[in-house]
């Protein structure tokens, strides 16, 4: 089935890197989708693939425009579907990579028609940007479109210029105009995203900034100073700098303001995407063969369950959590799942029988089976004895990855002696020992080890070496 491999991410995530590899593996070539690098006079500060990463794997839609020249939305989903037709006429993979997410949606969905724009309009409301401010246009969108208002990134002025301008042109409101189009990609669509710590992110952003200036961001700024009119232009990296050049701030500043709009850029992407429920999302800390390795699970259809079991206090939220953040694949929290009279009567210190467990156990299910066709699941569950395993596996036996994770009685009694505001009492440990049937055919672990070990032997069960 011919197939488009879409790989996104916030600014700075290694986009770039993942899609070259990907590229390489299913041997074919890329379109990129980043709307600043299609400009030649624009290199550094767009982070454009190195020479030797464009030699590596065949790049389209990299700096093959002037900021000159015209390029809309429209145009850019018309010439990347021509390419994408014609590579699909010669290979079964294509990899589509970039940040921008307008583009990269108007890609796969098509875009809606709009009436045509007065030149006049469009200068008229660059104009009131410059004297009036952002909260002007923020304030005559929520007066004309407050639907479109309540959805779009109000802090972005190009998002705000473009829905005013068919406002005015048409006295109807933006969001009348959205969702019309039917004219989705006809090839299967398959969207990853790379799922990076916020904190790690805006690190490598700054870092990223750093190196900009090393290779001569301000010189390839400085040489476009007669062009900083042009919307092109108007974009993170190189606004900044044109106020340096006009003298309205110091260099200094310029490059915080740079790091700064960066970071708030990368924020917008990843609030986008996390509205995206198709998207399909890989850890940073993956290892690259564990990356592609589970990108290939979804181009088979395959999804990772994991369900880490063992009795209360022997860390399974913990290692689960960990495991959640390295591959991004959604954590649960089996507890969460109980009913409020199965937590009281834990809590005053009563076990639970089977028939209070049923219904439990029997949600578990259901919720394993929706992940199973969406994003996979990682799940804490207790599931002491083989009867409950057999309820959680009905219907998906032969797609569960089970971990039993143990410890030795002190080392449970001790966790269970520090955790706070939970509905299991200590007083029901041994209960819990005594019921608990070890599953042998599970990835066997000691809670004494390693955090990093243990998820390492998962991963090697998940993805292999």
Known sequence: ?????????????????????????????????????????????????????????????????????????????????????????????????????????????????????????????????????????????????????????????????????????????????????????????????????????????????????????????????????????????????????????????????IKKNSRRYAKRQLTWYRKNEDIHWVGFELSRSHQLQKIKSRIENKREIVIITGVSGVGKTFLGQKLSDITAIPFSDADDFHPEANKQKMKSGVPLNDQDRLPWLQELNSHIKKSETAHGLILACSALKHEYRRILEKDVKNKINWVCLEANAEVIQKRLQERRDHFMPESLLQSQLDTYERDEGAIQLNTEEPVEAMCNAILFELYGA
């Open 1 to 257: 089935m011919k197939t488009l491999l879409c790989v996104s991410g916030p600014t700075a995530s290694g986009k770039t890197s993942l899609a070259i590899d990907l590229a390489k593996t299913y041997q074919t070539e890329i379109i990129s989708v980043d709307s600043r690098q299609f400009y030649k006079e624009m290199m550094i500060g767009t982070a454009v693939p190195s020479d030797s990463e464009l030699k590596e794997v065949k790049h389209h839609l990299i700096q093959h425009k002037s900021v000159c020249e015209v390029y809309t939305l429209g145009d850019f989903v018309q010439e990347a579907r021509t390419i994408l037709d014609a590579l699909f006429a010669k290979h079964e993979f294509v990899v589509a990579v970039g940040g921008s997410t307008l583009f990269m949606d108007a890609l796969i969905n098509g875009i809606d028609e709009f009436p045509e724009i007065e030149t006049s309009i469009r200068h008229d409301l660059n104009t009131q940007l410059q004297k009036e401010g952002l909260k002007s246009l923020q304030d005559e969108l929520k007066q004309k479109d407050p639907e479109y208002y309540d959805k779009v990134d109000i802090n972005n002025p190009h998002r705000l210029i473009r829905a005013l301008e068919v406002c005015r042109s048409s006295g109807s409101p933006y969001s009348s105009f959205l969702n019309k189009s039917s004219n989705k990609l006809p090839y299967r669509i398959l969207h990853f995203g790379i799922e990076i710590e916020r904190a790690l992110l805006y690190n490598r952003i700054n870092k990223r900034v750093d190196l900009m200036l090393h290779e001569g961001l301000f010189t390839e700024v400085q040489n476009l100073v007669q062009h900083k009119e042009l919307n092109a232009l108007n974009t993170v990296g190189y606004k900044e700098a044109f106020l340096f050049f006009d003298n309205q701030i110091s260099r200094e500043h310029a490059i915080e303001e």
